[in-house]
């Protein structure tokens, strides 16, 4: 399948620094919480794993984690930056992997970024494919509320220090697309399109791809989602579901104690 967009290849070598406030150690704190239903070193798959940000963490922790993206500038900058990390190019709706995985993630919006319905479906059919019986499924999509509070408006500067960015978010609402254009300092624009899907779109996706729901959440204190919620994470697990489903009252409170005790515990 052609890419829909390939700014991220142009963005790579800026993406980690642009990203410096992005609270990755919540996304953590949830893959580590989810550990007690996992086996010993499970193994994990990063769907649209970026520059490999969490793939790092994850194997620092003892996971045997892999990473692809369909870009291959963000995979190579990963790869390169981050002393050979396995992080391979890959489209999410053709995955070339088997059943062999007990853990897939797919976070910070990678889902909202296909652009039709079918794509979506095909992305979580893959990841209830590389699943084993019993293995668990982590993503997130963002709201229509974190397009409109957190994306949309005039023109802004951010300075990092080490390089200066405009940004500029428009949003169509009949098609629900968000248009964000980002350009740096040095003259380089990019273009980013993303799509907000109603919950009934993944809850559909979830189901056919033969996934067990376990929850859906407010990301920022996994919460129960409400209209402010601007994004929204989605733990499935592939059935048998039985033995995750006994434990998960408790693995849910320890998540949300540990997102509770982060520092910043917001976006
Ligand atoms: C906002 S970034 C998130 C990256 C990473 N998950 C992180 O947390 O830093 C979205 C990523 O989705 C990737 N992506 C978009 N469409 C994809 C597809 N069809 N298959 C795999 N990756 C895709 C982009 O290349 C980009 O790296």
């Keep these: 399948m052609p890419p829909e ?7 790579a070598r800026y993406y980690d620094t642009i990203m410096e406030f992005v609270n990755y150690d919540r996304w953590q704190g949830v893959c580590e919480g989810l550990e007690t239903l996992l086996p010993p070193h499970p193994v994990h798959v990063d769907f649209a794993c970026g520059t490999g940000v969490l793939v790092e963490k994850m194997r620092r922790r003892g996971f045997r984690t892999v990473g692809f993206d369909l870009s291959r500038g963000m995979a190579a900058l990963g790869r390169n930056r981050r002393n050979g990390l396995p992080l391979c190019c890959a489209d999410m709706r053709a995955v070339p992997f088997g059943p062999t995985t007990d853990f897939v993630t797919c976070l910070f919006d990678s ?16 990841m209830a ?9 982590l993503f997130d999509v963002v709201t229509e509320t974190m397009i409109l509070e957190h994306f949309v408006g005039p023109e802004w500067e951010e ?23 980002l350009r740096v300092n040095t003259g380089q624009a990019y273009e980013f399109r993303e ?14 791809a033969g996934l067990h729901l ?15 919620t601007a994004r929204i994470d989605y733990l499935a697990v592939k059935p048998p579901a039985d033995a995750a489903a006994i434990r998960y009252p408790e693995v849910e409170a ?13 976006d």
């Design 5 to 11: 967009d390939n700014a991220f290849d142009g963005l």
């Design 111 to 126: 889902l909202n970024f296909l652009l039709d319905e079918a794509s979506v479906r095909a992305a979580v059919a893959e």
């Design 129 to 137: 494919r590389v699943l084993k019986p019993g293995g668990l499924l």
């Design 159 to 181: 300075n990092n220090g080490k390089f200066r960015l405009r940004w500029k978010t428009e949003y169509d609402r009949r098609e629900q697309v968000a248009y964000t254009r």
């Design 195 to 208: 799509r907000v899907y109603p919950n009934s779109v993944i809850d559909a996706a979830i189901a056919d």
């Design 214 to 228: 376990l929850g859906q959440y407010d990301a920022e204190r996994w919460r129960a989602v409400t209209p402010k």
């Design 254 to 266: 320890d998540i949300r104690r540990r997102i509770a005790a982060l520092p910043d515990a917001g």
